[in-house]
């Protein structure tokens, strides 16, 4: 069982910028595909981005693509998402997630954080 905790939510205002953490319990976290979701009030959770169990591949979902970079740090058992130029609809509850594989390219993971409250003011 692997836990996922994150952290760096907060209020900001638009334009400024956040970097989240997702911190595992694993201390195989090296063996998992991270990714990060969020979810709006009143929406389905989407998918914003994803890196391979290495770091060495990451993708994004358009919206965020130039503005957010993941990365991880695998001997700290940590993903982050850095997050730039934050808009309005941005916000949301962000989740990480993680699945057993080399990578992931779809949204099916094995286990998911807690969530952390981003909320970007106008």
């Known amino acids: 069982q692997v836990q996922l905790v994150e952290s760096g939510g907060g209020l900001v205002q638009a334009g400024g910028s956040l970097r989240l953490s997702c911190a595992a319990s694993e201390r195989t976290f090296g063996r998992y595909a991270m990714g990060w979701f969020r979810q709006a009030p009143g929406k389905e959770r989407e998918f914003v981005a994803a890196?391979?169990?290495?770091?060495?591949?990451?993708y994004y979902t358009d919206s965020v693509k130039g503005r957010f970079t993941i990365s991880r740090d695998n001997p700290k058992n940590t993903v982050y998402l850095q997050m730039n130029s934050l808009k309005p609809e941005d916000t949301a509850v962000y989740y990480c997630?993680?699945?057993?594989?080399?990578?992931?390219?779809?949204?099916?993971?094995?286990?998911w954080g807690q969530g952390t409250q981003v909320t970007v003011s106008s």
């Open positions: 890196i391979s169990r290495t770091g060495n591949y990451a």
């Open positions: 997630a993680a699945k057993y594989s080399d990578i992931n390219y779809g949204r099916s993971y094995d286990y």
